[in-house]
Every structure is written in C-alpha cells, then in structure tokens.
C-alpha cells in the first residue's frame, strides 16, 4: 500500500484502503468524527468553530440514543423539556451551521496504522490528521416483537432518563446484575411499585448492591422468569411471563417496562485498531486520548458509568478541544474558508 504523508493527500487522490481496492477517490479533512449522538455532534460545533475542516460520518441512524426517547427533561436550557430527536435535530443544525459536513452513513473500517487516518463509509474512503470515535452504546434489548413495538410507550432502557414520567407508577425491571439493580433502586423514587424480573433465582449484582436493593421495601422480585410479551396497544399494561423452572405462565400488570440486561459498545470496527478493554469499551489516557495518538473518544462508547446526553455532549466537548491541540501540536492545521 502506497503511504502519503498527511500534505500530500489532496482531495481526488486515490489509494488503496487496507483490503477495500474497490474504495473510490478519498476525501481530506483535519477532523473526522465517527458517530452523530450528543457526544459527537458537541465535537463537530467545536471544530467547526476552530475553522476545522470537519467530517462527521453520523451513521444511517443519525442522532444516537436520543432519536429513540421521547421527552428529554434533563438536558439544560429547555426548561419545558424536550423531545429527544428535536435536541438532535438542533445540534446537527447547529453543527452545520459552523461548517461540519455530516455524511449519514456508517463507518465500515477505519485504518489508524499510518497517517492520514482513514475511514471508509459507503465505499467512499475519508482521511483526516485527527478522530474522535463517538459511536456510543447500544442497550441490550430482549428482542421480542412486542419489545420494540412499545419502545417509546413505556418501554425504556434508561430509568435516569425517563423514571421521572413513572411517578406513582407501577415498573418492572428485567435482569438481574448491576445495572438491573441500579435501575430498580433509582426507580423507586419514583414508582409506587417496582418488580425485577429475573431469569435466575439470585442476583448477579454485586454484595453490596444486592443488600439495597433486597432491604428496599418498594422493590419486589419474581424469580426463575423470563418476559415472553408486553403487553398493551396504546402504550405499556403488562408483562406476561414464564417461569423457566415449572412452565408456568402469568401476566404482570404494570405501566412502564426498564430493559437492563447491559450495554453494548459500538467497537467492533476499532478492534485492533485502539487499545478496548475485555468489555469492548475504549481505554483513554491523557484526557480523552486513546493509545493511538491523534484518535479520541468521547461518550457512552467509553463512559460505563453515566451515559447521559449532557455528560456524552461535555466529553464531546473535551475530545474536539484535545484534539485541536494535538493538531496545533502538530502544526498541521488546515484552516477552510
């Protein structure tokens, strides 16, 4: 593979792209950023502000997370709430705005071995002297039809973001580690009542978090069962479940259904290009930095702990504010027009 350096890449150039021959012309730029949730396009108004030349490849499913919730009340500055593909939808505008070009495809490879960095989307391959990786989390869903029909009508994968709607409420939780936990417990300031549903007779919670949980009189748990439907039309009625030990079927009557079965990085693409930990969360160091310098993260896709829209957006923040010093480091700015 033909090498160049990073001032004789020019727009139209072509190369060939690690095992991708068949890629078109690529395209240069000072930043990539791969991924268009909150994390992602705060990075892209930052580079666009610092007259970055600035790519955003978003994915088909612009706007992360948030496109799938529907009031965000905890995000600053809307003191009424907000819906959550409004807020992504003013980003983007926002982001836009300053120059960011966002490409609505997603990331198929990345080549962080030599400079430039390359990034194929859609057969078209962009390189850029700076990433930041932004590409978030996914949950973990049961995958029921029933499942991803009430998504958004009282099922939620995030009780920090939506318990506040289930005031007075009946909820269920399902699974049974940390996060079921945390879930249940951050519930119950809210919900009337809170039922974890578990596959298996005991927690796989940590001690200490099993001790709160079980001491926490609002919390009920059905043991040994699965959740086979969710029920309602309009929105959540109940779960109906099926005890896994005796066959036994039976519905539970609730108003809001919490998926807490874990997350998922969206890293697959960076293996063996940046240093992921067992989980296959990003490992950083020297801020948002990962072992490859010029590539950052920012975001759920390294956050395991509080993965919020406003935390994601401040380390998008933090990573485009990294990566401008590498590049002024580096003395390779590009400034557009």
Same mark, same amino acid.
């Given at each position: 593979?033909?090498e =160049?350096?990073?001032?004789?890449?020019?727009?139209?150039?072509? =190369?060939?792209?690690?095992?991708h021959?068949?890629?078109?012309?690529?395209?240069?730029?000072? !930043?990539?950023?791969?991924g268009?949730?909150?994390?992602?396009?705060? %990075?892209?108004? /930052?580079?666009? #502000?610092?007259?970055?030349?600035?790519?955003?490849?978003?994915?088909?499913l612009?706007?992360?997370?948030?496109?799938?919730?529907?009031?965000?009340?905890?995000?600053?500055?809307?003191?009424?709430?907000?819906?959550?593909?409004?807020?992504?939808?003013?980003?983007?505008?926002?982001?836009?705005?300053?120059?960011?070009? !966002?490409?609505?495809?997603?990331?198929?490879?990345?080549?962080?071995?030599?400079?430039?960095?390359?990034?194929r989307?859609?057969?078209?391959? /962009?390189?850029?002297? %700076?990433?930041? *990786?932004?590409?978030?989390?996914?949950?973990?869903?049961?995958?029921?039809p029933?499942?991803?029909?009430? #998504?958004?009508?009282?099922?939620?994968?995030?009780?920090?973001?939506?318990?506040?709607?289930?005031?007075?409420?009946?909820?269920?939780?399902?699974?049974?580690?940390?996060?079921?936990?945390?879930?249940?417990?951050?519930?119950?300031?809210?919900?009337?009542?809170?039922?974890?549903?578990?596959? #298996?007779?005991?927690?796989?919670?940590?001690?200490?978090?099993?001790? #709160?949980?079980?001491a926490?009189?609002? *919390?009920?748990?059905?043991?040994?069962?699965?959740?086979?439907?969710?029920?309602? &039309?309009?929105?959540?009625?109940?779960?109906?479940?099926?005890?896994?030990?005796?066959?036994?079927?039976?519905?539970?009557?609730?108003?809001?259904?919490?998926?807490?079965?874990?997350?998922?990085?969206? &890293?697959?693409?960076?293996?063996?290009? !940046? %240093?992921?930990?067992?989980?296959? /969360?990003?490992?950083?160091?020297?801020? &948002?930095?990962?072992?490859?310098?010029?590539?950052?993260?920012?975001?759920?896709?390294?956050?395991?702990?509080?993965?919020q %829209?406003?935390?994601?957006?401040?380390?998008?923040?933090?990573?485009?504010?990294?990566?401008?010093? =590498?590049?002024?480091?580096?003395?390779?700015?590009?400034?557009?027009?």
């Open positions: 593979m033909k =160049y350096l990073p001032n004789q890449l020019l727009k139209g150039s072509t =190369y060939n792209f690690s095992n021959e068949n890629a078109r012309a690529a395209l240069d730029y000072d !930043i990539i950023i791969i268009s949730g909150p994390a992602g396009l705060t %990075a892209a108004i /930052y580079a666009g #502000r610092a007259l970055l030349n600035t790519l955003v490849v978003g994915g088909r612009s706007g992360g997370q948030l496109m799938l919730t529907s009031g965000v009340e905890n995000y600053p500055g809307f003191v009424n709430g907000i819906q959550g593909p409004s807020l992504m939808t003013e980003m983007r505008k926002q982001a836009e705005r300053f120059g960011a070009r !966002i490409v609505d495809e997603d990331a198929e490879s990345v080549n962080f071995s030599s400079k430039p960095f390359q990034v989307a859609a057969g078209q391959v /962009y390189a850029s002297k %700076a990433v930041i *990786i932004a590409t978030g989390s996914s949950a973990k869903w049961l995958g029921i029933s499942e991803a029909k009430m #998504r958004g009508r009282g099922v939620s994968s995030c009780a920090t973001c939506d318990g506040y709607f289930f005031r007075d409420k009946r909820v269920v939780v399902i699974g049974g580690g940390d996060t079921a936990v945390e879930e249940a417990l951050f519930l119950t300031k809210f919900a009337s009542e809170v039922r974890v549903i578990h596959r #298996r007779d005991e927690l796989r919670a940590s001690k200490i978090m099993q001790k #709160r949980a079980l926490n009189p609002k *919390i009920k748990f059905v043991w040994n069962s699965v959740v086979e439907e969710i029920t309602g &039309t309009q929105k959540v009625e109940g779960v109906k479940i099926r005890n896994v030990r005796t066959g036994g079927v039976s519905v539970i009557p609730c108003d809001g259904v919490f998926v807490a079965i874990g997350f998922q990085p969206n &890293t697959k693409i960076f293996k063996n290009q !940046i %240093a992921l930990d067992e989980k296959g /969360y990003s490992i950083t160091h020297k801020g &948002t930095e990962t072992n490859v310098n010029g590539v950052f993260v920012a975001g759920d896709v390294h956050d395991t702990r509080y993965r %829209a406003v935390t994601a957006a401040g380390e998008g923040c933090r990573a485009a504010l990294d990566a401008l010093a =590498y590049l002024e480091e580096q003395k390779e700015v590009t400034v557009t027009a």
